[in-house]
């Protein structure tokens, strides 16, 4: 990935994620390599990698090789082999894991958004060693967390539970951040209702809408709405 680095792309990606002083990526840094560059290394390498060493990848400085290293662990987890249904789950129980311990380094929207539904949201749904009341528990730890991509981590990861018919997971967390004030964590919370409504019921997107539209955030309603015709998205923004 070193080998790959492209002083111009780095540049520009350095400004896209937003790395300066007072900025929510700040001291963030980059080697310049585009998305697709990243994932054929995760698609060449991630059967040879052990999780040992995507721990090594997860916590290096350059945001790409953590990107790396954590779309490796999705990789592992959606293709996981084992006749032994029990060593199956565990295996699985193992990836989140580590995917938990080192959650603070998913620490831009990119490393949050490509990894938390298709690893928590699955595992949330998954037959697992970790009891639903658990699961439940490291969830609204991370949705009371002070870190911003803890707290976005538990709000995207219903991004996929939506997408399995269960709105209800993703009208929980949106409730309990409705009053985060973070530009980020407002889009997220937007974007996981209209996921609501374009996966499960936009009756219930609106009854959620009707009940809260006065706590919710002019960023958040936009982004729950952008589904709606112009009359209806203009009833909204009206209110």
Known sequence: MTALKDETQRKNLMRFFKTGKGEYGEGDEFLGLRCPQTREIVKKYYKKTSLEDVEI????SF???RLCGFLILVEKYAKVKDKNPM?????????????????EYANNWDLV????PKLLGKWFLDKSMVSDEEKTQ?????????NLWQRRISMVFSWWTSRQNRPDIALKYALIHLGDKHDLMQKAVGWMLREVGKN??????REFLEDNYQRLSRTSLRYAIEKFDEKERKYWLER
């Open 87 to 103: 060593e199956k789950i565990l295996k699985r129980d193992e990836i989140i894991r580590l995917y938990l311990k080192n959650s």
């Open 200 to 205: 499960c019921s936009y009756d219930l997107l």
């Open 57 to 60: 990848l997860v916590k290096n």
């Open 138 to 146: 490291i969830i609204d730890n991370l949705a009371y967390s002070k």
């Open 63 to 65: 945001h790409e090789i």
């Open 113 to 116: 958004d490509m990894t938390a």
